[in-house]
């Protein structure tokens, strides 16, 4: 018998300052106090049984074995078609678009493509929780530049301030999570203007793409020649088709840096689901379902919007996405005066809803008295979650 007993080295972490994500938390919390679930992202309603039937009809078909590592051509052929048709961006679906296991692999294989240690990447705060890590990891520098608080809209004096000569990329998010903004031609003109004289790269965040309300339009990269010369344009399947389950995205990119996505995305994924992939290229014969999410969310919007005008939440500006934060600092309780994170544990607990306070997407934590609710839901679902929140 060994002197020695069993023991596990011990490690020194690559995310030191990385615990459970707020998202996880916040839904364990909902499960155990039997609370409407409006903080993490995800609808709990049904996608279209015809989406499902093609996953079936492909398995049956024998589509079960690796796909090519970019994707199955046939999907890759129906994002050139929509990139042209919807943003006017002509793209080789061989060497220009690459199918991902969800947007959040998309965005880490980019920054693992082109950052080197060293290297300083833009974000804008508050921001999806997934991008500073992803930049860690891959060695570079997180460089936290804050969106406008209260509208947040870019502000590009501040962006302009933060580009030094070892920016390597900046990454934006439009329509924006956590706060529902979206982006206008202007913003991504002078963002277009701004990187011209430089070579920063872009990664552009645009899962929520199809869901741009009040008859606004989605202002793409894919729009701007000076930005999809140096863009990873990064879309999403599983938000656009109530899917966020099945993990399937996609990376539009010049070439040359497709090349270089495609080496790392080989490594660190290879291939993704073949069955869906077929699934969602036939799927994708008929636009209509991506064409007319906008309104469909828009209707789940204005009907959770008009519940909380009974309340004393101070709704925020919902232009895009599937989120509306709101402010807290006007309800009629004492725990308005709470910090952001400890409020929606007591609304979590004692009220019955779960939400997400935007403080979780920043890196200091700076609490403005805003949370965030996800209206991707059941009718049903946010009528007793607006009956709850009535006591507000």
């Not at 552009?204 to 008859?215: A, C, I, L, P």
């Amino acid at each position: 018998m060994s002197p020695n007993p069993p023991r596990t080295p011990a490690l020194t972490s690559r995310l030191p300052n990385v615990g459970t994500t707020i998202f996880t938390v916040m839904s364990a919390l909902a499960t155990e106090h039997k609370a409407v679930n409006l903080g993490q992202g995800f609808p709990d309603f049904d996608c279209d049984p015809a989406l499902v039937n093609a996953v079936t009809q492909a398995m049956q078909a024998s589509h079960n074995q690796y796909p090519p590592m970019p994707g199955v051509p046939a999907l890759r052929q129906a994002m050139a078609n929509k990139m042209l048709a919807l943003y006017g961006l002509r793209c080789d679906p061989a060497t220009e678009i690459t199918v991902t296991a969800g947007a959040t692999q998309a965005i880490f294989t980019a920054l693992l493509a082109v950052v080197h240690p060293g290297d300083e990447v833009i974000v804008l705060e508050p921001c999806y929780d997934s991008y500073v890590p992803n930049i860690e990891l891959a060695g570079g520098v997180p460089v936290r530049v804050p969106l406008t608080p209260g509208s947040f809209r870019p502000d590009f004096d501040r962006i302009a301030a933060a580009m030094t000569s070892r920016t390597r990329a900046i990454v934006i998010n439009s329509p924006h999570n956590p706060s529902g903004t979206v982006w206008s031609a202007a913003d991504m003109q002078r963002l277009q203007d701004l990187l011209a004289p430089t070579d920063v790269l872009l990664i552009s965040d645009e899962v929520y793409e199809h869901m741009v309300f009040d008859g606004q339009v989605h202002q793409s990269a894919a729009r701007f020649p000076g930005l999809a010369a140096r863009a990873f344009i990064v879309s999403s399947f599983g938000k656009t088709y109530h899917v966020t389950g099945w993990k399937v995205g996609t990376v539009v990119a010049p070439a040359a840096l497709t090349a270089e996505f495609r080496k790392v995305h080989q490594f660190n994924v290879f291939t993704v689901n073949t069955p869906v992939q077929h699934a969602l290229a036939s799927y994708m014969a008929n636009p209509a379902p991506y064409l007319e999410l906008s309104a469909f969310y828009q209707r789940k919007r204005d009907l959770f919007r008009e519940g909380l005008s009974n309340t004393r939440f101070r709704m925020l500006a919902g232009e895009g996405t599937y989120f509306q934060c709101v402010d807290i600092s006007s309800l009629a309780v004492p725990e308005r005066d709470l910090p952001e994170g400890d409020f929606c544990q007591w609304l979590t607990k004692e009220i019955g809803v779960a939400a997400i306070p935007l403080s979780a997407f920043y890196g200091n934590g700076f609490d403005q008295r805003v949370v965030r609710f996800c209206f991707a839901k059941k009718d049903d679902t946010l009528q007793e979650a607006l009956k709850r929140l009535s006591r507000l």
